[in-house]
């Protein structure tokens, strides 16, 4: 004991100076917005290469359930293709047209706070960028936020402040999706008017109104609904297609002719 | 002592207040600025706490960067240097490290120089690489150091030479 305090002491200018350097280092972070995110940066670069060695190692254990994951969404592509002998585009590597798809692994997932991200072992060098929209094999899963050389985080559908343009399958009525916290399998559709109609099992889509997603993705389907105090809109509750709280394999969408809407759309 | 605190509060208010007025204006070929409140870390006695000098560094600089809008790159230069001075003056003054008149007298002339410009130089260093924070921008970080480094210096050695009368 007397050598720990006697340690403390002979090297109190060192301690004194990482303490100070550490608070110095807080005031940057919060009074620059420039440096806030060159350190997230830095933090998702360290922190990647890390997730990935313990990602890498844990991915053996589930290849077995994994394989039956991929061979259940063959399956379901082996079905649409059927569905649509004549269209040969359906297998070309742009899926739908416009967009590009790249696969990714999950590295990192969070579903237990009130913003939710993943990492994703792909990153600027895979041509990842920012706001390109994240599928996984049963519907949307988020929106790429930053990328560093190797890695991307990425917005996961779970998170407070992400909303996506969704519609009702059977009517195309749109309306905005959120979540809206707690539970990992409820998701809030809102501001679908209550001159069309909705019932329980209806599947919703992604709309195709924004840039990240193209639309008739699936989302999920209707669990519950009812009408809003002011008699105009629904609150539709949604039960997601996806499990966000066993994220593997996803695919990167970039959206080919981004810049061609955003000239019409600044 | 009482002297002593007195001295060191007038030269920590003077200095952030000509660096803040004057200093950080001046703009010379358009972007540099000398930083010649390093000055207070300089004349710190070398024999004094170094870990009130720790202390004193990191408010000089957290005043500095809350006054100049600068983010914290201030404050963390101002305090690894206050904290490498030690070693910095034990590599320039060697057994004279703690007179506490190294700067005035007794030491050579060049180990004087030695020891300003390489306090000087990892303020800088830290102060830019901090501001930029961009590794592609390598080069940029470097030749804003020279320039203000080399303005700091000559303005510390003029102002030493002046208020130096015994030689």
């Given at each position: 004991m007397q050598q720990i305090i006697n340690a403390i002491f002979r090297n109190k200018n060192a301690l004194i100076y990482l303490l100070l350097l550490l608070f110095a280092f807080v005031f940057l972070n919060n009074r620059s917005y420039y440096h806030q995110t060159r350190l997230e940066k830095l933090g998702l670069k360290l922190a990647g290469s890390l997730w990935n060695l313990q990602d890498n190692t844990a991915n053996y254990f589930s290849l077995q359930q994994q394989n039956k994951a991929l061979l259940e969404e063959n399956r379901k592509l082996r079905e649409l293709l059927t569905a649509h002998p004549n269209d040969t585009d359906s297998i070309s590597p742009t899926l739908l047209p416009g967009f590009t798809y790249r696969h990714a692994r999950v590295i990192k997932n969070s579903f237990d706070q009130a913003r939710n991200t993943l990492v994703i072992d792909k990153g600027a060098r895979d041509s990842i960028r920012g706001e390109m929209g994240i599928v996984g094999p049963d519907g949307i899963v988020g929106i790429v936020n930053e990328t560093t050389a190797h890695y991307a985080s990425a917005l996961s559908l779970l998170h407070a402040d992400v909303r996506i343009n969704a519609k009702l399958k059977t009517n195309d009525a749109f309306g905005s999706l959120y979540w809206p916290g707690v539970e990992a399998n409820r998701l809030l559709l809102t501001n679908i008017s209550t001159i069309n109609t909705v019932a329980v099992g209806d599947i919703i889509v992604t709309g195709?109104?924004?840039?990240?997603f193209p639309k008739d993705i699936p989302i999920g389907k209707v669990v519950a609904f009812k009408i809003l105090p002011s008699k105009r809109y629904y609150e539709i509750e949604v039960m997601p297609f996806t499990n966000f709280t066993a994220l593997e394999h996803v695919y990167i969408l970039q959206n080919n002719r981004r810049e061609e809407l955003q000239q019409l759309n600044p | 002592m009482i002297q002593e605190t007195l001295k060191i509060t007038g030269q920590f208010i003077l200095l952030i207040v000509l660096q803040v007025l004057i200093f950080s204006n001046i703009n010379f070929l358009g972007y540099i600025n000398p930083y010649p409140y390093l000055l207070f870390v300089v004349l710190y006695?070398?024999?004094?706490s170094q870990t009130v000098l720790l202390f004193l560094g990191f408010f000089l600089g957290l005043f500095l960067d809350l006054m100049l809008q600068t983010a914290g790159a201030h404050t963390i230069a101002t305090l690894t240097v206050c904290f490498l001075r030690p070693a910095i003056s034990n590599f320039s003054f060697g057994v004279n490290a703690e007179n506490s008149h190294a700067l005035e007298y007794g030491t050579k002339r060049s180990s004087r120089m030695i020891f300003l410009a390489l306090l000087v130089f990892t303020h800088h260093l830290i102060y830019f690489s901090i501001t930029i924070f961009n590794w592609n921008a390598i080069s940029y970080i470097l030749s804003n150091t020279l320039y203000s480094s080399l303005f700091t210096l000559s303005i510390l050695w003029l102002t030493l030479s002046l208020f130096n009368v015994r030689r």
């Open positions: 195709g109104m924004s840039d990240y | 006695r070398l024999d004094s």
